[in-house]
């Protein structure tokens, strides 16, 4: 069973920085993309940034560009996100996800919050 474990959100000041952690099991994903998606309350799910396999390439959400970087360790099967200059409309639970997205690879998510 594939799982991927999101973790390090929490509550933060406007300004201020967190790093995402998501943790996957059950198989590797070496050559897959990864990505990172949030959603926040009465909002669709939207897509914020994409790691190739084996970090060739790396996209970003226009909201999210210079402010956050992903980045992934394949030797721990692992995806980060590493979240700066964080704002209030940063607020959503975020998920990660291959990319595609595949609807049973979906995780709890981890809760952001952003304070004005």
């Known amino acids: 069973q594939v799982l991927l474990v999101e973790s390090g959100g929490g509550l933060v000041q406007a300004g201020g920085s967190l790093r995402l952690s998501c943790a996957a099991s059950g198989r590797t994903f070496t050559t897959d993309t990864m990505g990172w998606f949030r959603q926040a309350p009465g909002k669709e799910r939207e897509f914020v940034a994409r790691i190739s396999g084996f970090s060739i390439s790396t996209v970003y959400a226009d909201a999210v560009k210079g402010r956050f970087t992903i980045s992934r360790d394949n030797a721990k099967n692992t995806v980060y996100l590493q979240m700066n200059s964080l704002q209030p409309e940063d607020t959503a639970v975020y998920y990660c996800?291959?990319?595609?997205?595949?609807?049973?690879?979906w995780g709890q998510g981890t809760q952001v919050t952003v304070s004005s």
């Open positions: 996800n291959t990319y595609p997205v595949r609807s049973d690879y």
